[in-house]
């Protein structure tokens, strides 16, 4: 059996779902993000129990095929983005298409019916986040992040970066190096 979880993020979110499986008794098979395969049938009460342990620690149990579909849509997003392989050239639309098994244009409104966004600005967003961390990180240069990330150009990069977060990638990289000195001062 297969059960779809929200908001499954990390390798922290990973091991809690398998915690709290093994806690009802529950054989788990795998635990990826946003999935678990548990071996056997689960009862109503150790579904319901399953469900109100993961809602403490802010995850979500889903029913719901619509909502099923975004968070593997949002799942395969995240890893083509933060755990993906930077030499990744395929459109982003084949890419997810392709993953998952659906047509694309169908994955699009699903998705921006459940989220009121399009995939697109969703992985906007996620690129612009990951952005971040690689400028906080200081390992690359911006020509080698908008590489990384795929984007045409560095002008590109930073033309959403600043769209999005209001600050150019230079300025928000500087403000880390000066939150970094004051906290060297104290």
């Known amino acids: 059996m297969r059960l779809y979880i929200k908001y499954m993020v990390s390798l922290r979110c990973k091991m809690l779902v398998k915690e709290e499986l093994q806690k009802l008794g529950i054989k788990c098979i795998s635990v990826e993000l946003g999935a678990a395969e548990v071996r056997g ?33 949002k799942n395969v997003i995240v890893e083509m983005i933060h755990q993906g392989d930077d030499t990744l050239k395929v459109n982003d639309s084949d890419y997810i298409s392709e ?7 169908y994955l699009s409104n699903t998705f921006s019916e459940v989220k009121g966004i399009t995939i697109q600005q969703f992985i906007i967003m996620h690129k612009i986040e990951k952005v971040k961390e690689l400028l906080l990180y200081d390992e690359l240069t911006l020509t080698e992040i908008a590489y990384q990330l795929h984007y045409s150009s560095v002008a590109h990069l930073s033309n959403q970066f600043k769209k999005i977060t209001g600050l150019t990638p230079t300025y928000f990289k500087e403000l880390k190096q000066k939150r970094k000195r004051s906290l060297e001062d104290l």
Do not use: A, H, M, P
């Open 41 to 73: 049938n689960i009862t109503q009460e150790q579904l319901e129990l399953f469900r109100e342990n993961l809602k403490r620690s802010g995850l979500e149990l889903l029913d719901d095929k619509k909502n099923i579909l975004v968070e593997k849509i």
């Open 99 to 105: 993953k998952l098994n659906y047509d694309y244009t």
